[in-house]
């Protein structure tokens, strides 16, 4: 079965410090994978999408940025973190090759991590 | 751009009712729509996809609806019980990413 990992759980971080989450896949290949944030008080942000290794669609200009290393695995990272990059960041995955009317591509989540930037 | 709105914003019942969330969007271009639980401080789950073809999806005590010409979804959920609390997101699939609602804080009370 497929599982999805992102670490860390929590994260705390100063001003202008770097940042890097990872989030990795198992059980299956060449999946699309996700970034998205969940601010206090507002709906699920996508910031970066990927389907397939070093490809990776910008959702909103940010300070952050995401890249794919690897099949299965996907990083978000800032060189300077602002006050407003605090939020729950969620990666998830969907089936490669997925679109258009037919495609059962449901997203699966993974547990997040609670960044704070004091 | 997609819009998904969804009402009440939170909502309190007592065990055993039978209840219904909202969850609205303003393009009808849609692939298709899924509803999520979150439980707090966690991830998502997936609990019913409808496709763009399909009027109805049924899990369990969940039934979930959509009319797209209105742009309209409900989810439906029977018999409610305490385990059900949690927040509830509706999402629409476009052309490659999900555009997700605020979500309907849900709490039974037993």
């Known amino acids: 079965s497929q599982t999805i990992h992102q670490w860390p759980a929590t994260l705390v971080q100063p001003v202008g410090s770097p940042l890097s989450l990872e989030c990795t896949v198992e059980?299956?290949?060449?999946?699309?994978l996700y970034w998205y944030r969940q601010a206090a008080g507002r709906g699920l942000q996508l910031l970066f999408y990927s389907i397939g290794i070093g490809q990776i669609s910008s959702e909103v200009p940010q300070n952050l940025s995401a890249s794919r290393p690897q099949d299965r695995q996907f990083i978000l990272s800032s060189k300077k973190l602002l006050l407003s990059d605090s939020g729950f960041y969620l990666c998830?995955?969907?089936?490669?090759?997925?679109?258009?009317?037919?495609?059962?591509?449901?997203?699966?989540f993974g547990p997040g991590t609670r960044l704070t930037v004091l | 751009k997609q819009e998904v709105t969804q009402i009440p914003a939170a909502l309190s019942v007592p065990e055993g009712e039978n209840l219904v969330l909202n969850c609205s969007f303003t393009?009808?271009?849609?692939?298709?729509l899924q509803w999520f639980r979150q439980d707090p401080g966690k991830g998502l789950t997936s609990l019913l996809l409808?496709?763009?073809?399909?009027r109805e999806q049924t899990s369990g005590r969940l039934n979930a609806s959509l009319d797209k010409s209105s742009g309209r979804s409900t989810l439906y959920i029977a018999a409610s019980q305490p385990g059900d609390s949690a927040t509830y997101l509706c999402a629409v699939r476009g052309a490659q990413k999900l555009v997700f609602g605020q979500g309907t804080r849900l709490t039974i009370n037993p």
């Open positions: 393009d009808s271009a849609i692939y298709n």
């Open positions: 059980g299956t290949s060449n999946p699309n």
């Open positions: 409808i496709q763009s073809s399909q």
């Open positions: 998830a995955w969907s089936e490669g090759l997925a679109g258009g009317p037919t495609s059962t591509d449901t997203q699966y």
